[in-house]
């Protein structure tokens, strides 16, 4: 298995610009994250999903776009990149929402110029 | 969502030495995750606890959750230089039940 794949791993914006990270896991799991790490913050939550059709938003959604039309995908958009938005982001997924693993993907490093 | 406070913020230790980093909560945790990062890499899960006063090993790591279940920590004995990275703890976001919180996490560093 893959587990979490995402692409592209590094990413260099210009600002004003908009892009998609992607992320997939083949492992059927119901839950699905994204995160940004910065130095000195850990990670913070972007937007988070309970399964297909269902997004909600974490500690930091502005900025930032989710879907999840699929158990499988679960991209992540920004309209229009900022400086700010500058960090390593890692999509997760685990088979349920509460009291299980969390598996992640090996990141996306962005830097917006 | 629900936040813990994950102290030291670094520590450098020599090889053979010992490593606690804490995770600290106001309100009481339904359970709490660890995970270790190593450098330019990404969070692998190590554990989780559930029960009060729960205590796990792992080789030379050892995991506890307090009686309260507001606190956690994990201890290296004899620490080696794989065990060099950011150590995170996490917990499920009170307000919605799925969100998982991170601590900031304990960068380790081992020197031989």
């Known amino acids: 298995n893959a587990g979490v794949t995402q692409t592209p791993k590094f990413q260099v914006l210009k600002t004003g610009q908009s892009m998609t990270l992607q992320c997939a896991q083949d492992m059927n799991h119901e839950y699905m994250s994204w995160y940004r790490q910065d130095p000195g913050m850990g990670l913070r939550l972007i937007h988070y999903?309970?399964?297909?059709?269902?997004?909600d938003q974490g500690e930091v959604p502005n900025g930032y776009n989710v879907s999840r039309s699929t158990t499988e995908d679960f991209p992540l958009r920004l309209l229009s990149a900022a400086p700010s938005q500058t960090s390593v982001y890692f999509c997760a997924s685990s088979y349920s929402a509460r009291n299980t693993e969390a598996f992640f993907g090996q990141g996306t490093r962005l830097t917006v110029v | 969502g629900q936040q813990v406070m994950q102290i030291p913020q670094y520590q450098h230790v020599q090889e053979g030495e010992d490593f606690t980093t804490y995770c600290n909560s106001s309100t009481t945790l339904s359970n709490i995750q660890w995970y270790k990062q190593r450098p330019g890499g990404h969070p692998v899960f190590l554990i989780q606890?559930?029960?009060?006063?729960e205590v796990k090993k792992q080789k030379r790591l050892t995991f506890q959750f307090g009686e309260a279940k507001k606190n956690s920590s994990l201890h290296i004995t004899a620490t080696q230089t794989t065990d060099v990275g950011t150590y995170f703890c996490?917990?499920?976001?009170?307000?919605?039940?799925?969100?998982?919180?991170f601590g900031k996490g304990t960068s380790l560093l081992v020197t031989p």
């Open positions: 999903s309970v399964g297909a059709g269902i997004t």
């Open positions: 996490a917990v499920v976001a009170g307000n919605s039940g799925y969100a998982l919180n």
């Open positions: 606890l559930v029960k009060s006063g």
